[in-house]
C-alpha cells in the first residue's frame, strides 16, 4: 500500500506561487493515479488536481489555468504548482490515490496523510 506524505504549504500573499509537494513510499508508485484534494474551513474535501500514471493531469474549474499537477517517478513525487493564489485557496491540502472510473477520479486509499496547510492572505 502506498503512504503518502504532504508538505510545502505555508503562507503566502494573494497573487503569490507555492509547490507543494507529495512524496510516496510504495514500489507501485509509479503505476498510480495521484490525486491533491483541499479542505477548507468548515468544507468539505474536494478534488482539485489528479495526475495519471501517464502523466495525464486534470483539474477543477477552480483551479484551471493557475495550478499545475506534475509527478517524478524517480523520486516517488506528486507536485502541485500553484500561481496567481487567492484568498479562496486557503485549505489544507492533502494528496491521495485515485482510480478513474466511469469518467471521473475518485478515491481509492482510504487512509488520510496529515496534509499541508496554505493559507493565502488577500
Known amino acids: 500500500q502506498v503512504q503518502l506524505v504532504e508538505s510545502g504549504g505555508s503562507l503566502v500573499q494573494a497573487g503569490g506561487s507555492l509547490r507543494l509537494s507529495c512524496t510516496a513510499s510504495?514500489?507501485?508508485?509509479?503505476?498510480?493515479?495521484i490525486g491533491w484534494y483541499r479542505q477548507a474551513p468548515g468544507k468539505q474535501r474536494v478534488l482539485v488536481a489528479a495526475?495519471?500514471?501517464?502523466?495525464?493531469?486534470t483539474y477543477s474549474d477552480s483551479v484551471k489555468g493557475r495550478f499545475t499537477v506534475s509527478r517524478d517517478n524517480a523520486k516517488n513525487t506528486v507536485y502541485l504548482q500553484m500561481n496567481s493564489l487567492k484568498s479562496e485557496d486557503t485549505a489544507v491540502y492533502y494528496c491521495?490515490?485515485?482510480?478513474?472510473?466511469?469518467?471521473?477520479?475518485?478515491?481509492?486509499?482510504?487512509?488520510w496523510g496529515q496534509g499541508t496547510q496554505v493559507t493565502v492572505s488577500s
Open positions: 495526475i495519471s500514471s501517464g502523466d495525464f493531469a
Open positions: 491521495n490515490v485515485v482510480k478513474y472510473n466511469n469518467g471521473a477520479y475518485n478515491l481509492y486509499n482510504k487512509d
Open positions: 510504495g514500489s507501485t508508485f509509479s503505476a498510480n493515479a
